[in-house]
């Protein structure tokens, strides 16, 4: 398989690019920083000796490996996203390598006392004796999702490499702006022509997913009343706590940090306020769809029954649909799932069939006609200064396409 040192050096070429992604842009991508790394793999695609390699206006890069078989099998894809999150700033990245790790306490910066530590992140005890790349403390890495990218291109290089493997046409895709939800908003999949794909987005080794949430974003606007506080009595109308009453009607059970598995949540991630108006930002979340349905309604009901209690529509609630669970677009077509699943098992990989507590590019793909399960790509503690990925596990990302590749050709 690649050799390490290759790995890394690939991996740390990608993550030391800033492609961060801006949910306040309207363009696509949504920062044009995007387009440097954009680019670059382009020129990476072309010299490893892969063909049609496109890229659109909008930086949609795609790919084809030919089959190198005389009979037909269907077309597959694989798919990744080459921007980082928002969430927490991905410029100026300077990865650590760790080797050999020995279970203990990492100190990614003595600066500023910040240590990645086993007793917080138990994952990390898998992990011990392997080779790990982490941060300074100070950026996230970018694993997600440039460890898929480079799984992806390590992989179609081996193929090329090793032409006794057989296998089908295979084609590759890289998108912008995933972690905002664009991902796939412009992908054309009838350019892509694969019968299915699988995204190369998912955590630890083993991960092996094809259920999601069903997602949607709620503004809930409040409107207030200035005047001057000495004079205020029976006059004023202060929109923050108005707004206090909305946030503590909903479940408070039911948030992120309350829920796992199959719990679906409400998510208040921000808000901005002024006595005259206050807005709430929240995400819906659940993977039952009537369950999703109700908490949309839940949500537009407290607003009816508050406004009900001042007498005036003091509270408007907007709620967009995101994306939609693919467990409906997958179902019909499981023996996509059960490839890469003997793929992992060939690779001596315990598969971990689980549903994904977020979003990804696969949910909105699978509804656009391109069925598109999730791969684990092996990083972990993602959109934040705690992120990790083993080598190991990319090369073990590298073996399950590998295998998948070759069992497609054997169907």
Same mark, same amino acid.
């Given at each position: 398989?690649?050799?390490?040192?290759? %790995?890394?050096?690939?991996?740390?070429?990608?993550?030391?690019?800033?492609?961060e992604? &801006?949910?306040?842009s309207?363009?696509t991508?949504?920062?044009?920083?995007?387009?440097?790394?954009?680019?670059?793999?382009?020129?990476?695609l072309?010299?490893?000796?892969?063909?049609?390699?496109?890229?659109?206006?909008?930086?949609?890069?795609?790919?084809?490996?030919?089959?190198?078989? &005389?009979k037909?099998?269907?077309?597959?894809?694989? $798919?990744?996203?080459?921007?980082?999150?928002?969430?927490?700033?991905?410029?100026?990245?300077?990865?650590?390598?760790?080797?050999?790790?020995?279970?203990?306490?990492?100190?990614?910066?003595?600066?500023?006392?910040?240590?990645?530590?086993?007793e917080?992140?138990?994952?990390?005890?898998?992990?011990k004796? @392997?080779?790990?790349?982490?941060? &300074?403390g100070?950026?996230?890495?970018?694993?997600?999702?440039?460890?898929?990218?480079t799984?992806?291109?390590?992989?179609?290089?081996?193929?090329?490499?090793h032409?006794?493997i057989?296998?089908?046409?295979?084609?590759?895709?890289?998108?912008?702006? *995933?972690? $905002?939800?664009?991902?796939a908003?412009?992908?054309?999949?009838a350019?892509?022509?694969?019968?299915?794909?699988?995204?190369?987005?998912g955590?630890?080794?083993?991960? %092996?997913?094809? *259920?999601?949430?069903?997602?949607?974003?709620?503004?809930?606007?409040?409107?207030?009343?200035i005047?001057?506080?000495?004079?205020?009595?029976? +006059?004023?109308?202060?929109?923050?706590?108005?707004?206090?009453?909305?946030?503590?009607?909903l479940?408070?059970? *039911?948030?992120?940090?309350?829920?796992?598995?199959? @719990?679906?949540?409400?998510? %208040?991630?921000?808000? *901005?306020?002024e006595?005259?108006?206050t807005?709430?930002?929240?995400i819906?979340?659940?993977?039952d769809?009537?369950?999703?349905?109700?908490?949309?309604?839940?949500?537009?009901?407290?607003?009816?029954?508050?406004?009900?209690?001042?007498?005036?529509?003091?509270?408007?609630?907007?709620? +967009?649909? @995101?994306?939609?669970?693919?467990?409906?677009?997958?179902?019909?077509?499981?023996? $996509?799932?059960?490839?890469?699943?003997?793929?992992?098992?060939?690779a001596?990989?315990?598969?971990?069939?689980?549903?994904?507590?977020?979003?990804?590019?696969?949910s @909105? !793909?699978?509804?656009?006609? !391109?069925?598109?399960?999730?791969?684990?790509?092996?990083?972990?503690?993602?959109?934040?200064?705690f992120?990790?990925?083993?080598?190991?596990?990319?090369? +073990?990302?590298?073996e399950?396409?590998?295998?998948?590749?070759? %069992?497609?050709?054997?169907k």
């Amino acid at each position: 398989m690649i050799q390490k040192d290759h %790995l890394i050096k690939r991996f740390i070429g990608y993550v030391t690019v800033d492609t961060e992604s &801006d949910p306040n842009s309207n363009s696509t991508p949504s920062t044009a920083k995007q387009w440097d790394l954009a680019n670059a793999l382009v020129e990476e695609l072309k010299s490893i000796g892969m063909e049609d390699v496109t890229i659109d206006e909008n930086a949609y890069i795609m790919a084809t490996l030919p089959s190198n078989i &005389d009979k037909e099998v269907p077309t597959i894809g694989f $798919i990744s996203h080459f921007d980082t999150s928002p969430d927490f700033t991905g410029a100026n990245v300077k990865p650590q390598i760790i080797e050999d790790y020995d279970g203990k306490d990492i100190v990614l910066n003595a600066e500023q006392d910040i240590i990645l530590s086993p007793e917080y992140f138990e994952d990390l005890l898998m992990y011990k004796g @392997q080779t790990l790349i982490t941060t &300074d403390g100070t950026t996230l890495l970018g694993a997600d999702d440039k460890a898929g990218i480079t799984e992806i291109i390590s992989a179609m290089e081996y193929l090329i490499q090793h032409p006794e493997i057989k296998h089908g046409k295979i084609r590759v895709g890289f998108t912008p702006d *995933e972690e $905002i939800g664009r991902g796939a908003h412009k992908f054309d999949v009838a350019k892509f022509g694969a019968d299915w794909a699988y995204t190369m987005d998912g955590s630890q080794v083993g991960e %092996l997913e094809y *259920e999601n949430f069903n997602a949607a974003g709620a503004v809930v606007s409040i409107q207030g009343k200035i005047v001057h506080p000495g004079y205020a009595k029976g +006059k004023m109308v202060n929109s923050m706590y108005i707004a206090t009453d909305f946030i503590n009607s909903l479940p408070r059970m *039911e948030t992120p940090e309350h829920t796992e598995d199959r @719990q679906g949540f409400f998510h %208040l991630h921000h808000m *901005e306020g002024e006595v005259d108006g206050t807005k709430l930002h929240y995400i819906i979340r659940d993977h039952d769809k009537e369950h999703f349905e109700a908490r949309k309604a839940m949500m537009q009901q407290l607003a009816d029954e508050l406004n009900a209690q001042y007498g005036f529509e003091r509270i408007t609630v907007d709620i +967009k649909d @995101q994306y939609f669970n693919m467990r409906e677009k997958i179902e019909p077509v499981m023996h $996509i799932v059960d490839i890469a699943e003997e793929a992992m098992e060939i690779a001596n990989i315990k598969p971990l069939i689980k549903p994904i507590r977020g979003g990804t590019d696969g949910s @909105q !793909l699978s509804y656009m006609g !391109l069925p598109c399960p999730n791969i684990f790509a092996g990083g972990h503690n993602f959109h934040g200064r705690f992120e990790y990925v083993p080598v190991e596990s990319m090369q +073990k990302a590298i073996e399950v396409i590998v295998n998948i590749a070759q %069992l497609v050709a054997k169907k």
